[in-house]
């Protein structure tokens, strides 16, 4: 090459594919670190794809988590069963008996059949008074749907950041990284029950 050749190469602005990847880089990287780095390729590009709205194909987030040296948790399937046992996340240990308001919220999905099909409706309600302080109403069971219900409960209560516990079971909304910003956003401390124990969500279901 030569010497005005590489000097005109190194005035060119970069390629717009280059510029999108460095911005995709920079979100899989946030997502990768919201979830504490147990996000593989699959989990990312959902939460790339219907979290986010960015639209991007699997194989891409795939090679640029490569080349950023990022990759998931993987857990070998058959050799633990974590039916009846408590995870890490477990604040609460089935204590639902709390001494004021906002100090525990529950939160769960329910389906209820009709002539017109089936809607969900996600509710968060305080332990201590026992009332449906948000809720949402969707035809889907989706991220959104306890997103808003708990927007509504964070609007009505206004709790004071890191002394009020959410609790939820292990479903797929509650686990995703959209859920888990608006938590950390609202100042909550997010806690899950055992899994596959129908006790630890109780309180919920008799709502």
């Known amino acids: 090459m030569s010497t005005s050749g590489y000097y005109d190469r190194l005035g060119r602005p970069e390629p717009p594919r280059a510029l999108r990847n460095e911005e995709l880089t920079k979100i899989i990287r946030q997502v990768h670190a919201d979830s504490r780095g147990s996000y593989g ?15 991007v194909n699997r194989k891409r987030v ?10 998931g948790v993987y857990r070998r399937k058959g050799r633990r069963n974590l039916v ?5 996340e477990d604040l609460v240990q089935r204590g639902f008996d709390v001494e004021a308001p906002d100090r525990l919220w529950l939160t769960d999905i329910t389906g209820h059949p009709t002539g ?11 332990a ?10 969707d035809a ?4 959104d749907l306890v997103v808003n219900a708990l927007a509504m409960a964070v609007a009505r209560r206004k709790p004071d950041a890191r002394s009020t516990i959410l609790r939820s079971d292990h479903g797929t909304q509650y686990t995703s ?26 309180m919920m279901e008799s709502f």
């Open 41 to 55: 390729s699959p989990r990312v590009h959902a939460e790339l794809t219907l979290g986010l709205g960015e639209k």
């Open 62 to 71: 795939e090679r640029l988590m490569r080349e950023a040296g990022l990759q």
């Open 84 to 88: 009846n046992q408590a995870t890490e």
């Open 116 to 126: 017109e099909g089936k809607p969900y409706c996600a509710a968060v309600m305080d």
């Open 128 to 137: 201590y008074s026992r009332r449906n302080i948000g809720s949402s109403i």
């Open 140 to 143: 889907r069971q989706n991220t």
């Open 177 to 202: 990284w959209v859920f888990g910003k608006r938590l950390r956003d609202a100042g909550l401390l997010g806690s899950m029950g055992t899994v596959g124990d129908c006790y630890d969500n109780a």
